[in-house]
């Protein structure tokens, strides 16, 4: 029996879900199968009610085979979860059907029984549109069951993939949402495992660069071009700077367009920052004309010495009234801060509601941050609960096509990767990113910050020791 469940083709590269299984070893609560032996010249379909089959047909009573439960006269053909499953801690599944029934060989007559296949995602709440489960619900039909469960945090759904023990934890879904900064520890805690054979899917091909590069990773977490694929990304979205206009202007402050304009002086003790020792000296960095990523070694090789970063930071903080990563937008608000360095999400809605509030994407390059679709090594959804289910592979497809993208929306709730320049779809119009001159009213409204700002743009890696070192040394004083 063929399983008829596509859109744009996304479930072409499910593996196949028929095995063969004796009846006897399946639940009784299931299955409950007739033994049909008859002659016949050619294998056929048989289709139709029993009542339109010949009487010998539809009369025929269970016998048990001399041969025992293995005879080739009990076999019986599977589709789907339940044949895989057996007798699990699963939800009662739903009662098997012989939908069909396949003669071979004029042996024996092979029953045709058809179940629902489930996947289990466990994703942070607000990450997945309500349209995405309704989408593929529909795509589904009757053939898959998709259960959703959402998180508050990356940090909660981190903390159960340690915890595979533990009934209902995400280390038991087939797919878990990732943040990006926490693949890297996540890999090397041992509780994810790498994705297989991506080379063989659509939506590997259509992963630019430098998503391939975020995504492979050797066993230590850190960037590897010859290491594993271990997620696949869904949405980004990017570090931002929103400050008062009114505010700024009226102290002779001038618009903030790139990390430098943080420190005049009129915003000393003024400027609310994410708790995130990373982006402060990632900042620092930027100010000098460094990379995000820049390491110890990089360092060394530049044209700033370490004593000049230090100072650096020094000034940076001395700006810095706040550091929380969520009373900074409120700051703002209450006019304590005049500007705020935050997440996309969180400052587009803020200023969205206020005509005082301007907000800008660094032109020298901001951070990006990713939210990602990873396996727990311990998905239990596939064959005899283990290994992740088999509609995988159709939830990654999903998450990647090209109708998932929003491009009116921008970075609102986040972007698709497809959107992230350096793979632009052929659909998006030139307005889409938009000129330098426009960028602060738009990006309000969720338009895209210009392509040379995102192409000097960076994913936060994984820092190597020595960089570490650094780090430690930079934040202690």
């Known amino acids: 029996m063929h399983c008829c469940c596509h859109e744009h083709g996304m479930f072409s590269s499910l593996p196949s879900l028929k095995v063969w299984r004796p009846a ?6 299931h299955l409950q199968i007739a033994h049909r032996v008859k002659a016949a010249s050619c294998a056929r379909w048989i289709d139709g009610p029993a009542c339109d089959r010949p009487a010998n047909e539809s009369q025929t009573k ?128 041992g509780y994810l495992q790498p994705l297989q054979d991506v080379d063989s899917f659509r939506w590997w091909d259509c992963l630019a660069p430098h998503w391939r590069r975020l995504v492979t990773r050797n066993l230590s977490g850190q960037a590897d071009p010859k290491g594993q694929v271990w997620a696949v990304p ?16 009226r102290r002779g402050g001038v618009p903030i367009h790139d990390w430098s304009d943080l420190l005049q002086p009129c915003l000393k003790g003024r400027v609310a920052f994410l708790d995130s020792p990373r982006e402060l000296v990632g900042v620092a960095l930027k100010t000098l004309g460094l990379p995000y990523n820049c390491t110890y070694s990089q360092l060394c090789k530049s044209h700033v010495s ?16 706040l550091f929380s990563s969520r009373d900074h937008t409120r700051a703002l608000a209450a006019n304590d801060v005049w500007a705020i360095v935050g997440s996309s999400l969180d400052l587009i809605p803020l200023a969205s509601r206020s005509s005082n509030i301007s907000i800008t994407a660094p032109v020298s390059g901001t951070a990006l941050w990713a939210d990602l679709w990873t396996v727990p090594a311990h998905a239990s959804g596939g064959s005899q609960m283990q290994g992740p289910s088999p509609l995988l592979p159709a939830w990654f497809e999903f998450a990647l096509q090209p109708s998932r993208m929003q491009p009116s929306r921008g970075l609102q709730l986040g972007a698709s ?61």
């Not at 006897?24 to 609560?29: K, Q």
């Not at 400050?243 to 202007?249: E, H």
């Not at 000049?308 to 940076?316: A, D, M």
């Open 24 to 29: 006897s070893s399946l639940p009784s609560r």
């Open 62 to 189: 269970h016998q048990t085979s001399p041969e025992g439960p293995y005879a080739p006269s009990r076999r019986h053909l599977l589709f789907g979860a339940a044949s895989i499953f057996g007798s699990t801690g699963l939800p009662a599944l739903p009662e098997a059907e012989a939908t069909q029934v396949l003669n071979v060989d004029g042996q024996a007559d092979l029953e045709v029984f058809q179940f629902c296949v489930y996947l289990s995602v466990v994703a942070l709440r607000g990450s997945v549109p309500n349209q995405w489960v309704e989408d593929f619900k529909q795509a589904l039909g009757e053939y898959g069951v998709l259960r959703l469960q959402q998180k508050g945090q990356l940090q909660d759904i981190y903390k159960e993939l340690g915890q595979p023990v533990k009934k209902k934890s995400a280390s038991r879904a087939d797919v878990v949402t990732v943040g990006d900064s926490w693949l890297g520890p996540a890999i090397k805690a």
């Open 234 to 249: 869904y949405r980004w979205g990017c570090t931002l700077v929103a400050f008062n206009t009114n505010k700024l202007c």
């Open 306 to 321: 370490l004593q000049q970063l230090q100072q650096r930071l020094q000034h940076l903080r001395d700006q810095v009234r």
């Open 417 to 477: 990767p497809l959107q992230l320049p350096g793979h632009l779809s052929s659909s998006q119009k030139e307005h889409d990113v938009v000129s330098s001159s426009e960028w602060a009213s738009q990006l309000i409204d969720g338009v895209m910050p210009e392509k040379e700002t995102l192409m000097r743009s960076e994913f936060l890696l994984p820092l190597d020791q020595d960089t570490i070192a650094m780090y430690q040394k930079l934040l202690s004083v």
